[in-house]
T-cell receptor
């Protein structure tokens, strides 16, 4: 079984709809992240959480919200989807132990979201 | 303004030859650099990393070189194999931040 899972894998929705993307992990990591990938732009950080009570905005948080329901679950919501939120969304986790391993992030398979 | 740049969107290399992927950065506070590999329909997977206190790190066929004065790093794959065909991302982080800043990626195609 995959260590980091994302649901759904693909989603098509209409402008103005609310949508939630879910992420679960079995790695036991405290840190979780949400990224979006757009062609030619690499990955950009939307939100990150260093533990259940710690949630922080990333580079491009406008139009998104998150919920850390448990150590293993981190959800991303689009309150009112718009077409320029069409992208590939990735969830990732990392270890909190200080040192090299803290930099390495483990990714889910991604959710391809299309907003029409 | 992109702090991490991969200026080659794609690279084609003959099987068995060396593949060299390049990455430039602008932020002198970056002190840890990583390379990730991504296949279609999968998330990125960690490949190799290097701390700013080193100028080279090797792991099997993969070697990363860091030139701090030029703010440049490169990933060498020798010999290149068909399974190396993927998109390669360079990422960087500033000390104790643990947030990664990503390049746009380079698509590597290994020709038989």
């Amino acid at each position: 079984d995959a260590d980091v899972t994302q649901t759904p894998r693909n989603r098509i929705t209409k402008t103005g709809k609310r949508i939630m993307l879910e992420c679960s992990q079995t790695k036991g990591h405290d840190r979780m992240y949400w990224y979006r990938q757009d062609p030619g732009l690499g990955l950009r950080l939307i939100y990150y959480s260093f533990d259940v009570k710690d949630i922080n905005k990333g580079e491009i948080s406008d139009g998104y919200s998150v919920s850390r329901q448990a150590q293993a679950k981190f959800s991303l919501s689009l309150e009112s989807a718009i077409p320029n939120q069409t992208a590939l969304y990735f969830c990732a986790t990392s270890d909190q132990t200080p040192g090299q391993s803290s930099y390495e992030q483990y990714f889910g398979p991604g959710t391809r979201l299309t907003v029409t | 303004d992109q702090q991490v740049k991969q200026n080659s969107p794609s690279l084609s290399v003959q099987e068995g030859r060396i593949s060299i992927l390049n990455c430039d950065y602008t932020n002198s506070m970056f002190d840890y650099f990583l390379w990730y590999k991504k296949y279609p329909a999968e998330g990125p997977t960690f490949l190799i990393s290097i701390s700013s206190i080193k100028d080279k790190n090797e792991d099997g066929r993969f070697t990363v070189f860091l030139n701090k004065s030029a703010k440049h790093l490169s990933l060498h794959i020798v010999p290149s194999q068909p399974g190396d065909s993927a998109v390669y991302f360079c990422a960087a982080s500033a000390w104790s931040n643990y947030q990664l800043i990503w390049g746009a990626g380079t698509k590597l195609i290994i020709k038989p």
